[in-house]
């Protein structure tokens, strides 16, 4: 099938890698990994945008001030440390600002194209206060108000198919009635104690490709008799995959590989 495709915008910004040791569970290249992928094999059909640094008064909207600058002077203790379980950096301070802007770009690029993808991004264990699980600072619940704030939209919808819920973005948005969380996640994988967003779905680690879809599918027909959003941010988390080091969920794709088979 030859089909005509307008080029797509993707964010990204070359500083989104972190150092991280080869042992540690997260991938610190990943970012660029995926970059560098979509760059080879589809470079004429892409746009690319790359973020400046979040400004600390859009920040302050989703984050306690303390904690911004806690980030910005390098003086996270060892407790807030901990909690994010990675190796503190320069870089990795540089990129908490760089991929919360990112997302908000992302958004603002959706508006007027209708679609933009943001390779990074995804920080959805970040609450309002201290980071967690691998995240600095919330993208989703920071570009949900920033989007409200600059009167860009008036309903956001945060789909998030990550497999881990996103625990943070719904104690930051929980606040916001014209926020609306969705989270399709492992009920047996982190975080282990669970928040109540606005619509939330546990899944057993035992549901096949099926029911996994029919699942996906109740959900979002459930959404779209409720609200019609005029954003919605999806966190594309794939770690509902099976070859997932960090997820229980044993999905394989068979049918989204199916699909785009059919359009290549
Ligand atoms: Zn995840």
């Known amino acids: 099938?030859?089909?005509?495709?307008?080029?797509?915008?993707?964010?990204?910004?070359p500083h989104y890698d972190i150092p991280v040791p080869k042992i540690h569970s997260f991938v610190g290249t990943k970012f660029s990994d995926l970059f560098n992928n979509l760059q080879k094999n589809y470079s004429s059909r892409l746009n690319i945008l790359t973020p400046s640094s979040a400004n600390f008064d859009n920040l302050k909207q989703s984050h306690h001030i303390d904690y911004i600058n806690k980030v910005e002077q390098d003086e996270l203790t060892k407790d807030y440390l901990r909690l994010i379980n990675l190796p503190w950096s320069e870089r990795l301070r540089e990129r908490s600002f760089l991929e919360t802007e990112g997302t908000l770009l992302t958004a603002k690029q959706s508006i007027?194209?209708?679609?933009a993808c943001h390779v990074g991004g995804g920080t959805h264990h970040a609450h309002f206060d201290h980071g967690f699980g691998f995240c600095v600072f919330n993208d989703l619940a920071y570009t949900a108000i920033n989007l409200l704030n600059q009167k860009l939209v008036k309903k956001v919808l945060i789909l998030d198919l990550d497999v881990h819920q996103g625990d943070g973005t719904i104690d930051i948005c929980n606040k916001y009635s014209s926020i609306y969380t969705c989270s399709i996640h492992s009920e047996s994988n982190f975080p282990y104690e669970k928040k109540q967003g606005w619509?939330?779905?546990?899944?057993?680690?035992a549901i096949g490709d099926d029911e996994y879809l029919e699942t996906l599918n109740k959900t979002l027909t459930s959404i779209q008799e409720q609200i019609i959003p005029d954003i919605v941010l999806y966190d594309a988390g794939v770690d509902v995959f099976s070859n997932d080091k960090l997820g229980n969920l044993r999905i394989k794709f068979r049918w989204l590989l199916k699909n785009v088979m059919n359009l290549l």
């Open 1 to 13: 099938m030859n089909l005509d495709f307008k080029p797509l915008s993707i964010i990204y910004h």
């Open 112 to 115: 007027k194209t209708g679609l």
């Open 199 to 205: 619509m939330d779905v546990s899944l057993s680690s």
